[in-house]
């Protein structure tokens, strides 16, 4: 897939039919789709404007939006009935040589395509052509990156940051995915890769230990019940070892955490002694501090500056990016950067649906028709500010246009 700057690309048909085009990423906690209509069927506002088109002279080019779903893996039915209800079960192809009565294939990735094959192929006749997870990643982050103008941000202190991407130092970068578990992915260009670590601390960490600790019944109940909590009443924090003074010799503050849940240890209490609210911000303080520092010794090792963090975990949550930030800058005293991504759960969905590319079902080039915001100057010119409009992180529809081979 080729990434430039056009000014003029081909003329779209015009269409009433949804056509769609599916991919789907089946991880061990989620279900993501990704998925192309030519029909205005989702009531979401779209902020992001990207063309897809050959540029060859008679080739049909379609109009239209990617869209973007998820389920619960656990609730694997609640996405197949989706799929049932858009029609999306029609929008594969056929690989070639296959015999006429072959079933549909679609594209996915994840465990998962391995895992759910038969109940696809069973519930909606659909075979699942499956691609590398990690070939997926890496591809869905490299052309959210280069073809999307707001998708990379900086959130720290409570201000967000969209940052500018130069395609020509864009890489290496180190990519970290924070699934069930956790990939830190140093990559080099496109198709250049590798996974150097990981850590097994994850979205399923916070999702399992919470749901024991709280009995919340699903991981967006667990976060939102972390915004009302206190992790303080938990957490032993270096002032309370210090006697409320920092630590200065060694450059600790005294609201420094020392040990997550370590208050736990002293108080004579019992689980339910404590608030639910204060035991998932422990729990998600931890975990995202856990990740900021294991990502930042990572991209140490390679001298890398920048670390893009995406994935389901984040959702877009405030409190969970500026405890990945601050602990990427304290551990690199402000030499690294921690930057997020607006689509951060769908990488690999869309690595999945790019690759379509390679049998010769879409023809991708991609134009860049984002509508530039403007550059603060004042900040050195490299940063976008968004204006405060509600959710900080929304897995909006992207607009755009692709070439048929």
């Known amino acids: 897939m080729?990434?430039?700057?056009?000014?003029?690309?081909?003329?779209?048909?015009?269409?009433?039919?949804?056509?769609?085009?599916?991919?789907?990423?089946?991880?061990?906690?989620?279900?993501?789709l990704v998925y192309f209509s030519t029909n205005s069927d989702s009531s979401s506002s779209s902020k992001d404007s990207v063309a897809v088109s050959s540029g060859n002279e008679g080739r049909p080019v379609l109009e239209g939006k990617l869209h973007f779903a998820k389920f619960e893996t656990a609730k694997i039915n609640d996405c197949i009935d989706f799929i049932r209800s858009k029609q999306l079960r029609l929008s594969g192809f056929q690989k070639h040589g296959a015999p006429a009565g072959e079933k549909c294939t679609i594209k996915a990735t994840g465990g998962g395509a391995y895992k759910y094959a038969d109940l696809f192929k069973e519930k909606l006749g659909i075979c699942l052509d499956k691609e590398d997870e990690m070939d997926c990643l890496v591809a869905g982050s490299n052309f959210l990156l280069k073809a999307v103008h707001t998708e990379a941000f900086t959130y720290m202190d409570g201000q967000k940051e969209f940052v500018q991407i130069d395609h020509d130092d864009l890489y290496p970068y180190m990519l970290v995915n924070i699934g069930s578990g956790v990939s830190m992915i140093k990559v080099d260009g496109p198709g250049k890769f590798e996974r150097v670590s990981g850590t097994n601390v994850g979205g399923g960490t916070f999702w399992g230990l919470g749901r024991l600790l709280t009995k919340c019944k699903s991981f967006d109940e667990l976060l939102e019940l972390s915004h009302r909590g206190n992790?303080?009443?938990?957490?032993?924090?270096?002032?309370?070892?210090?006697?409320?003074?920092?630590?200065?010799?060694?450059?600790?503050?005294?609201?420094?955490?020392?040990?997550?849940?370590?208050?736990?240890?002293?108080?004579?209490?019992?689980?339910?002694?404590?608030?639910?609210?204060?035991?998932?911000?422990?729990?998600?303080?931890?975990?995202?501090?856990?990740?900021?520092?294991?990502?930042?010794?990572?991209?140490l090792r390679f001298g890398l500056k920048r670390i893009f963090f995406a994935g389901f975990f984040i959702r877009g949550h405030a409190y969970t990016m500026d405890t990945i930030a601050v602990a990427v800058h304290f551990w690199s005293k402000g030499e690294a950067k921690a930057m997020f991504l607006k689509h951060e759960g769908f990488l690999g969905a869309l690595g999945s649906f790019m690759s379509y590319e390679k049998h010769g079902f879409l023809n991708l080039k991609v134009h860049q028709l984002v509508q530039q915001s403007p550059v603060d100057a004042s900040r050195g010119g490299d940063k976008i500010h968004d204006p405060p409009n509600g959710e900080l992180n929304e897995n909006q529809s992207i607009d755009c246009s692709i070439c048929l081979s």
């Open 231 to 299: 992790n303080r009443v938990i957490d032993m924090l270096v002032g309370d070892i210090y006697g409320g003074m920092d630590y200065t010799k060694i450059g600790l503050s005294s609201t420094t955490i020392a040990s997550s849940f370590g208050k736990a240890i002293s108080d004579n209490k019992e689980l339910e002694d404590y608030k639910p609210e204060d035991i998932s911000r422990s729990l998600l303080r931890m975990i995202s501090n856990n990740i900021g520092q294991i990502s930042y010794l990572n991209a």
């Open 2 to 32: 080729d990434i430039v700057e056009s000014k003029q690309i081909s003329e779209p048909i015009k269409s009433e039919a949804q056509i769609s085009h599916l991919a789907l990423d089946i991880g061990g906690s989620l279900i993501k």
